[in-house]
């Protein structure tokens, strides 16, 4: 196709999946069929309830839906015609499923050698814990999340929602890519095994990995063994209609704080600039904030928050996100058919291509089911193979028999050039995906806008948070608003293939680095934005940090502990940065799947509040049909009794119980040797249980008292009965499966005395080599480097340019303050 043909093409539409999910890896696929993807469902969905209708709309709009019955012999047949013309294949069966029907990824690959086959479980195909059985809960109080949740004297708390296996859904579609960008280049296909558990570990609020810049560079895995009170890093304050949050981080934003105070005497010293300073008065400073915004509404705070230059946001209702202005203005939610006569209003999709979201275009539709029905439509096979299935069929790829060594595992984005203008955590992250799958990277900083997220409360030039965020890039000091800066990034423009920024939006035109003037100089080049509400809306230019983020768009008041004033426990998380920032890059790698065949990039734009609404999508489409219904429920899970938190044997030890039906509920009766619960036959479905959900409770309770959490996990594991410890970031290194996965590398870090753990590739593969963990730039470390190599400038000119500060570079590594070496590290197996 030429490229005038494929303008306005999603980028995948060149690419089939084939989608034998059972719920857990549902939005993987949907997901791949927003950006464009031929998504086959081959189950059919269960629709009895009307939970299950929701995640029906939700989870699998954008697919055509073929029932199968892949334990039948004449399914195997049918699944295999579909399987002869697709490129991938997603699955969340328990691991040795699919090997027990002949129809495994090995038998797979032997037949389909071009095939990428995505295995979503639990804990993974391989290691200890490969067959036990997870959840939600389970995950995040084994994912390390549970143990940073909540108020000191209080239990933990679990966060809402379905964070795990969602953020599993995004990396999983990452790791597809990924998989499907190699096969490209080497004609074989690949098995991805994907593990919630270590999603949950990697990509929520990971351990050893990039946090926020209020953190001043403090590792997770260097903090206190306790739930330390961390609500004055993003504190929240009353006001006459609810509650605001405030992101007073930068020096600059303090002045604007300060200024909004009336320019106080008592914080006039200059000291005050230092993060440090202010979190250690915060006594004194926060009743001053909490008397300037007392009697006044959140509309009248946020918009003098805009003026004075301080990030501020109102915390929201999941009604009141559907009803916003901003979100309405973006076309961030549509309605969708949820049952016959039934519309719910839900998230419509996550990404914007060229200025035009990539959302819900249809709804899940048996074949052959509507008057809608046609060549993009579902398909049916009832009474035979569907000759309009054989119409929209692409042909088989080419390549599939290309000779390649069965054994090469390779990086798969090695040869593409990346600038990376990202700051704090998404941009980051985004950047740092990329580098570990081979691209070379380079980090671009101007000293007067240095990244927030080489913040110190130590004075450490470096940090093991800043290190995990960008190990293996290269650092470039390039100031982009001097003339000569300009011209000499579009130098490097010409010369790259992706261009990733997540300032806050139309910056870049600002510099006269818009969009248009990029493709001018590189058709071919993606250029990717991320920005907290999105490139367009009323919000658009609002400074936005996650915390104002997950405030603005309800979730920090589900993050609560039910009736408890000012109980919100949402300061420790980095939610949604490292998802939004996964979410981009698939979009990314969609763009250079595409160009491979179109030969033209594109313009992408991210959002870090509606990754986190597609995320939420059942709770919104909730609460559009009951308004009100979507609550803080705490650590009570709905839906079927004992599910919760329990005390374990030791201090401050816990452990989540998560029973999922009738057949769950005998399991945990024989550990917990209570044959009579088991008989008792006012406990025999939900509603029984539900309705004696305290005494229930309190047996748990009363069994896991005896036990350390470690050791009740696996009793329950044993017997089948879905069940997490609340595991520390501190213990991860000795945890048994994360050690057989090799979940871990090590990581050499100038600035730091020994090797530190750093989290491995984003799924295992068979294909795809683990990445090289190379250390983090200081700034400018390579600017002469890359000057020379790149710019063709030579040692004169590079001293001309530092001279006037249009580049940079790093003085002396002897000058770095090494932080406390309390960093656990450990040799991976």
Request: glycine share 10%; net charge negative.
């Amino acid at each position: 196709m030429t490229t005038d043909e494929t303008a306005g093409e999603l980028p995948l539409s060149d690419v089939r999946v084939i989608d034998v999910t059972d719920g857990k890896a549902e939005l993987t696929a949907r997901f791949l069929g927003d950006l464009g993807a031929d998504v086959i469902r081959i189950a059919l969905p269960r629709c009895d309830t009307r939970e299950a209708a929701i995640r029906n709309a939700t989870h699998n709009a954008n697919k055509r839906i073929v029932p199968v019955d892949v334990t039948a012999p004449d399914g195997h047949a049918r699944l295999h015609e579909l399987l002869a013309t697709a490129d991938i294949l997603v699955e969340d069966l328990p691991p040795g499923r699919l090997d027990s029907l002949g129809i495994g990824p090995d038998a797979l690959l032997s037949v389909y050698p071009q095939l990428v086959v995505v295995s979503v479980t639990d804990f993974g195909q391989t290691g200890p814990y490969r067959d036990w059985v997870g959840s939600d809960r389970v995950h995040l109080a084994l994912g390390g999340v549970l143990s940073r949740s909540g108020i000191p004297g209080l239990p933990p708390l679990l966060p809402p929602g379905p964070l795990a296996v969602e953020t599993a859904a995004i990396q999983a579609a990452w790791a597809a890519l990924i998989a499907y960008f190699n096969r490209l280049s080497t004609g074989l296909g690949d098995h991805v095994d994907v593990s919630i558990y270590e999603v949950t570990a990697q990509a929520i609020d990971p351990g050893y990995g990039i946090a926020g810049s209020a953190t001043g560079g403090v590792p997770h895995s260097a903090g206190p063994r306790g739930r330390p009170d961390v609500r004055h890093l993003y504190p929240i304050f009353s006001c006459a209609d609810g509650h605001v949050r405030i992101c007073v981080l930068s020096p600059r934003q303090w002045r604007g704080m300060r200024a909004w105070l009336g320019e106080p005497e008592e914080f006039a010293d200059p000291a005050y600039d230092e993060l440090g300073a202010r979190f250690a008065a915060s006594d004194r400073l926060f009743p001053a904030y909490a008397a300037l915004f007392a009697g006044r509404v959140r509309a009248e705070l946020v918009e003098a928050g805009q003026r004075y230059g301080v990030p501020i946001a109102g915390l929201m209702t999941p009604s009141e996100v559907l009803q916003e202005p901003h979100f309405a203005a973006r076309g961030a939610f549509t309605d969708l058919d949820v049952a016959p006569g039934v519309s719910a209003r839900v998230p419509n999709g996550f990404i914007e291509f060229d200025g035009v979201r990539a959302g819900l275009r249809r709804p899940a539709r048996i074949a052959g089911g509507g008057p809608d029905d046609g060549p993009d439509a579902p398909v049916s096979t009832t009474g035979g193979r569907d000759e309009r299935l054989d119409s929209v069929v692409p042909s088989p790829k080419p390549g599939a028999a290309q000779a390649a060594s069965q054994s090469m595992r390779r990086r798969p984005f090695a040869g593409l050039r990346v600038l990376d203008l990202g700051v704090i955590v998404v941009g980051a992250e985004a950047g740092r995906l990329f580098s570990d799958m081979g691209a070379e990277v380079i980090k671009i900083e101007a000293p007067a806008f240095p990244d927030g997220s080489r913040q110190s409360i130590t004075g450490a030039a470096m940090t093991a948070s800043f290190a995990w965020g960008n190990r293996g890039k290269l650092g470039l000091g390039l100031d982009l608003r001097s003339a000569r800066g300009r011209e000499l990034f579009l130098q490097l423009a010409a010369k790259s293939d992706v261009i990733l920024s997540n300032f806050k939006p139309r910056t870049l035109e600002s510099l006269g680095l818009g969009y248009d003037v990029l493709r001018n100089v590189n058709p071919q080049l993606v250029v990717s934005d991320s920005s907290a509400f999105g490139a367009s809306g009323p919000w658009a230019e609002r400074m936005g940090y996650g915390p104002l983020v997950r405030a603005s768009t309800g979730l920090t008041g589900l993050w609560a502990y039910p009736g408890t004033p000012d109980g919100f426990c949402d300061a420790s998380t980095v939610y949604p940065d490292h998802a939004a920032a996964r979410v981009e890059a698939a979009a990314v790698a969609a763009v250079l799947i595409a160009r491979r065949r179109t030969g033209r990039g594109a313009k992408i734009s991210a959002s870090q509040a509606e990754t986190m609404l597609g995320q939420f999508a059942d709770l919104f489409a909730t609460e559009s049909l009951s308004p009100g219904a979507v609550v803080a429920v705490g650590n009570v899970g709905p839906g079927d009794a004992p599910r919760g938190l329990y005390p374990c044997a030791g201090d401050d030890e816990w452990c989540v119980v998560d029973i999922r039906g009738d057949e769950d509920f005998p399991r945990l009766c024989g550990v917990l040797d209570r044959t009579d619960l088991a008989s008792d036959p006012d406990l025999a479905d939900a509603a029984g249980r539900v309705a004696h959900r305290a005494a229930l409770d309190a047996a748990v309770a009363e069994w896991t008292r005896r036990h350390p959490p470690r050791t009740a996990m696996q009793l329950l594991q044993q017997a089948g009965v879905p069940a997490g410890m609340m595991q520390r970031v501190s213990e991860y290194t000795d945890d048994p499966h994360l050690q057989a996965r090799r979940f871990f590398q090590r990581m050499e870090q100038p600035g730091f005395d020994e090797p530190m753990p750093t989290e491995n590739a984003p799924a295992c593969f068979r294909r795809v080599a683990d990445p090289e963990i190379r250390p983090a730039p200081f700034p400018g470390q390579h600017t002469r480097e890359l000057a020379a190599r790149l710019l063709d400038l030579n040692d004169s000119e590079v001293d001309q340019l530092i001279s006037a500060g249009v580049l940079t570079e790093w003085a002396s590594e002897q000058t770095i303050r090494r932080p406390p070496a309390n960093i656990p590290a450990r040799s991976t197996p």
